[in-house]
């Protein structure tokens, strides 16, 4: 006799498969402790934070030389993006054959396509400054209203549409015609925990120090994790991607810009245990298929977005670390990419098996294509200033 469905079966959520396959998240007792693995993924983990590091040097010093300038390329990063994904979409729409695997052309997972995205992302990047630098006046900007963006009933709707953003990493899921929609409630969880794993630790930090401080929604974190689920889906990769930061936590107050990097360290650090644990008590909850997911799905969310704030940039916690300790940020930047590695994108720990891993490959070579976009970015500040 089949027993009825449980409060935390999937079908009693409205879905049926697991949001992430659970074999794709290697357990504390599959950890490689292969002193080979183990020295691949760290030495894999350092190079990447070298290269990293560098570029962040390489921002800094193009901020100090025009930071009104560089902060609006920045901000018009997302737009650009979803501009990007936009034409490729459209241009699947319209010529199909384009994307078709015949003769010399390359199949639409290749990741050999990534270049030629890349590329077509460049040259909209330059096509639309120019025109924008054109068009728009100096006080004109292309941001929504920070009266808009702090509203409650703004932040909750931000939350939702990013949880059904991110039930897109699962392939079997679709919003029209609805498919597996029960996965949208496991996401908004997952985003929502996510989210006040590391804001909660600074609005604690902040409230201590009695700075004022408020919430706000970023657009521009959620147009990133649009990109990250369309890159997901087009190459088949899981685990996928879940970049993007839709809300964060503003906290007005001159002595907390001054000791900024240090409290952005404690949030991150914070974001790290929290996967950890997410990680670690994954396996007790098999029994309870929806909470298993979420474990998963809470885990994945955690230890990508440790890794994605800790990017050297000035508008993330990683360019804030960046300029108040390099050292820690290097350790804590190592930290956080071995145990991505190790646990989930390369368990061996060799150069072979990076090949045949979609994530980490792909992971790779939009590292590659970053780092190619910084000499651009610097070549374009240093032409623009003669």
């Not at 309870?288 to 508008?315: G, R, S």
Request: glycine share 6%.
């Amino acid at each position: 006799m089949q027993r009825p469905p449980g409060l935390f079966d999937r079908s009693t959520w409205g879905y049926s498969k697991p949001v992430i396959d659970p074999d794709v998240i290697i357990r504390h007792w599959q950890v490689s402790t292969e002193p080979g693995a183990i020295a691949g993924n760290l030495l894999l983990a350092m190079l990447v934070a070298l290269i990293l590091g560098i570029s962040g040097i390489v921002m800094t010093r193009l901020a100090a030389m025009d930071e009104p300038f560089v902060k609006k390329i920045f901000a018009r990063l997302p737009l650009q993006a979803l501009i990007t994904v936009f034409l490729f979409w459209l241009l699947h729409r319209l010529v199909p054959s384009a994307f078709a695997q015949d003769g010399m052309a390359i199949a639409p997972t290749s990741l050999l396509q990534i270049p030629i995205y890349a590329l077509a992302f460049f040259v909209i990047v330059g096509t639309s400054n120019y025109l924008f630098n054109a068009l728009l006046s100096e006080g004109q900007t292309m941001t929504i209203s920070s009266r808009i963006s702090e509203r409650g009933w703004f932040i909750a709707l931000l939350l939702l549409a990013y949880g059904v953003v991110g039930a897109h990493i699962n392939p079997d899921f679709s919003l029209l015609p609805g498919r597996e929609l029960g996965i949208v409630l496991v996401a908004v969880l997952a985003i929502i925990v996510s989210v006040c794993c590391k804001d909660l630790v600074l609005f604690l930090l902040a409230k201590s120090q009695e700075f004022p401080s408020r919430f706000r929604a970023h657009l521009g974190g959620f147009a990133i994790a649009l990109v990250c689920i369309a890159l997901s889906r087009t190459f088949n990769l899981n685990p996928g991607y879940i970049y993007g930061v839709p809300v964060g936590l503003l906290i007005l107050a001159t002595a907390f810009r001054e000791r900024e990097g240090y409290f952005e360290f404690l949030g991150i650090l914070w974001l790290l245990a929290m996967a950890i644990i997410a990680w670690s008590v994954g396996e007790f909850f098999e029994e309870f298929p929806v909470l298993f997911d979420l474990c998963n799905v809470l885990f994945v969310i955690l230890i990508e977005d440790a890794f994605f704030e800790l990017l050297p940039l000035p508008m993330l916690a990683g360019g804030a670390i960046f300029q108040w300790k390099k050292l820690l940020w290097f350790v804590q930047f190592v930290t956080v990419l071995f145990f991505l590695f190790h646990v989930l994108f390369n368990p061996q720990g060799t150069v072979m098996s990076i090949a045949q891993s979609p994530p980490t490959a792909t992971a790779m070579m939009l590292l590659g294509c970053y780092a190619i976009g910084v000499i651009l970015l610097w070549m374009y500040v240093v032409w623009k200033r003669r």
